[in-house]
């Protein structure tokens, strides 16, 4: 197993350090990348995460030229619009897609990819002198918390992988938003950091919510079927106004055990943790935080008590992660 910064990584052989997969840093997760000409390293992203084969990765473009190269219609004009504005950026966009371009990064029927321009300059420039587009999903082993640092990724994947490259701690700490027109409408198939609301202001439309899937459904969205974003401790979710009250009410039931509270900073909890992880002053803060302590906690608690926020702005995403965390939510 090899450490390196983005700087050295940049000036390093890429041809030969991408001939397996190589986990990159973004501003979003930490993700597992492959050449997306590379079928043999795409296939072995699947076996280390232990990822369903129906579920399609995201691509990594860093110009313009890598996106003409991979879809196959001409950029919608409302794309144009959200792409003037997030991109680069933590916002990704179902396109169509070209026929020669391989199946471990197409979904719905084969005729659409995923696809987003990375925030971090220095990530676009590795791919730029790579020049050919990476396909990553979030680096952590299938149905776990995405990680946020090299450690948790390491924690999960250890010599499963040669190269490691090391981006300090992700900034965003939640998984790209996920946009497409679909039936000639404005979906959102996962909220992110770039929110609805934003969405909304820029292209002046209300944008559709298709976030879950229920069975007679066709999937839009391969990876809304799969359990998501787990400890392996059990982790209650309280959703109510009064979630300092319920939260005490409940911690009756857990006396014997080692209690991990989530919350905003300043809360003053009126009962005995085994351990508070602080999610910060501000929902962008919390959104950075939740991924890593829900990681944290796992490590020396039985259970996790988490407080959740309101699902509007930035709320609509942790919510999103939240609720398929959880095992119970408390109303
Ligand atoms: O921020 C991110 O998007 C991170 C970083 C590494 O860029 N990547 C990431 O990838 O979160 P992953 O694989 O964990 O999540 C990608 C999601 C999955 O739910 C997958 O089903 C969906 O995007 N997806 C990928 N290609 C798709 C397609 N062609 N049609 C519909 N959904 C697609
Ligand atoms: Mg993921």
Known sequence: MKVLTLDDAV?????EMFKTPVVIPTETVYGLSARIDCEYALDKIFEIKG???DNPLIVHISSYKMLYDIIDEPIPP???KLMDKFWPGPFTLLFKVKSNILKQVRG???DTVAIRMPYDSKLRLLIERLSVPLAAPSANTSGKPSPTTLQHVIDDLGNKVEYYIDGGVCSVGLESTLFAII???PVLLRPGIVTREQIEEVIELPVFLKTKVNEKEIVLCPGQKYKHYSPSIPVILFRSNIWKDEMLKLSKDYKDKKLGVMCFSNNEINFTAHRIYDLGTNLKEYASRVFAGLRSLDLDCDIIFIQGVDSKDEGLAIMDR????SSRIID
């Open 11 to 15: 000036k390093a052989d890429l041809q």
């Open 51 to 53: 990822r369903p084969k």
């Open 78 to 80: 409302l794309y144009q």
């Open 108 to 110: 719905n029927n084969l």
């Open 183 to 185: 039936d000639k409408k």
């Open 322 to 325: 939240l609720e398929k965390a």
